[in-house]
């Protein structure tokens, strides 16, 4: 992958994408291409310092860690020997197009298998007698709790979803966890975020966002609509703006959010795609914060480019820490960026749902002793701040556009938008803000804003960070 080139210069190599239709002309050049490792090496020592390149890096969202998780290459045709039917009903009553993803293991070897019910509520597997099953998720596009079954044995299964809980005066736990006991139509009003995910969904609680198109293979393409709910759900933790109180509102839904897809339809989002989105929504949207709740497990020298030019900008980059329990992924683990790790609270989520399983022994203290931090969430001294990251119910990805589904949905995905919104609040009241150019001073202050809002939940920095940013 390289920015800013002539591809030629490589001589034998196959050009994959590159960049077409730029919304605009200062916009980074980025060129995906196949060519031997030897060819680029001697081609690269002739590049000047404004060329970047590297292998392809895959991101991938950072939503929760089984569930929704798809194999593109599984194959429920193959000849087998062993099979399972899964009947999904919510609330006594069958339950429509639920995801369900079934985790394969056989030794070290895991393999996932994904299905979707049909209008009787029914879904089936079929795999090879030699792999056994260790997990069953049953995820519902909207309205329920999605559930999980633990080293599922049998041919049948009846799974019945409960029901989501409702808003008390629009606000949940994750609210009030940074402060907000009340929904406020204004908060964060005058502060634009930018928003890189899956895309944005129609809802009709979030009409407001911007649809800013996506970047797919160094390709623009000016409609960026959701293709997994992920960015969706994102952009409601941020900004939903609900009609009644018992529905979820947006932290800060008087903020601007401007939303660039780089999810394709299938498979994992590459780095040149992520690094001109940021660009386009720096430069052209004038945003003053972008959340990224995706990352791989590599760090980019590309997406480290564009966060350094958001800098110079005075845009400030907040991102998911990962989902892996292990090292902070990337961009998190940049040192110019703003790290986020997730909580849960403990009892939130019914028994048997995949939000319940996620609690852990890790806890907090004093006034969060119900707070826990789930085994799945990154961790490691790059840590900045920490927020509610587990059973977050926001918008969700409808079949029909005119309906205001919400869904529940695990990850450090989910925690990063609460701790940018925290930030848009934040900012949105400061006096100083208008009078600083749009320079990396801008992106200083807003750091050391947020910084100041932190307080910890009791848990080890390498964890938490310094906290959960309070705006109240």
């Known amino acids: 992958m390289l920015s800013d080139f002539d591809v030629s210069l490589l001589g034998k190599s196959n050009v994959v994408g590159q960049t077409a239709n730029h919304p605009s002309e200062s916009g980074r050049r980025v060129v995906i291409f196949e060519a031997p490792p030897e060819d680029v090496a001697a081609a690269a020592r002739s590049f000047g310092s404004d060329v970047l390149i590297e292998p392809l890096i895959p991101h991938k969202l950072l939503v929760d860690r089984v569930g929704g998780v798809q194999d593109p290459h599984a194959d429920n045709r193959l000849a087998a020997a062993q099979s399972i039917v899964v009947v999904v009903s919510g609330s006594g009553a069958v339950i429509q197009g639920a995801e369900l993803t079934l985790v394969l293991r056989f030794g070290d070897a895991e393999r996932r298998l994904a299905a979707v019910t049909d209008i009787t509520g029914r879904g089936s597997f079929s795999f090879e007698p030699f792999w056994s099953a260790a997990a069953l998720i049953v995820a519902p596009v909207e309205g329920f709790w999605p559930m999980v079954v633990t080293n599922p044995t049998g041919v049948q299964f009846k799974i019945d979803c409960p029901s989501l809980p409702t808003a008390t005066s629009y606000v949940g736990w994750w609210h009030r966890l940074i402060g907000l ?114 990352g791989a497990t590599e760090a980019s020298t590309i997406v480290h480019d564009a966060v350094l030019n958001a800098i110079d900008h005075g845009v400030l980059c907040v991102c998911a820490a990962g989902n892996d329990g292990r090292a902070v992924n990337w961009p998190a683990a940049f040192s110019e960026v703003v790290a986020v790790s997730a909580a849960g609270k403990r009892d939130w989520a019914p028994v048997g749902s995949l939000a319940a399983a996620a609690e852990s022994d890790i806890n907090g203290n004093g006034e969060n002793s119900d707070l826990f931090v789930p085994q799945f969430s990154s961790r490691g001294v790059e840590i900045d701040s920490i927020a509610g990251g587990v059973g977050i119910i926001s918008t969700a990805l409808n079949r029909d556009p005119s309906m205001a589904g919400y869904c529940a949905k695990d990850g450090s995905s989910m925690a990063s938008p609460a701790v940018a919104a925290a930030l848009a609040v934040l900012l949105s009241r400061s006096v100083r803000l208008g009078s600083l150019g749009r320079n990396s001073e801008r992106a200083a202050y807003a750091r050391e804003l947020l910084s100041a809002a932190f307080v910890s939940i009791g848990v080890a920095s390498t964890l938490g960070g310094m906290g959960v940013p309070r705006v109240s």
């Open 181 to 294: 006991t009340e929904y406020g139509p204004q908060a964060g009003n005058g502060i634009v975020i930018g928003v890189v995910d899956s895309g944005i969904g129609a809802h009709p609680y979030l009409g407001h966002v911007t649809d800013a198109g996506q970047f797919m293979n160094g390709q623009y393409f000016s409609a960026g609509v959701d293709v997994q709910s992920h960015g969706t759900h994102v952009c409601g933790i941020i900004t939903a703006r609900p009609k009644v109180s018992t529905e979820f509102g947006g932290i800060s839904p008087g903020a601007h959010v401007v939303s660039v897809r780089v999810v394709p339809d299938e498979g994992d989002v590459n780095q040149g795609d992520i690094a001109s989105a940021i660009d386009f929504l720096v430069e052209t949207h004038g945003v003053d914060i972008i959340n990224l709740s995706l």
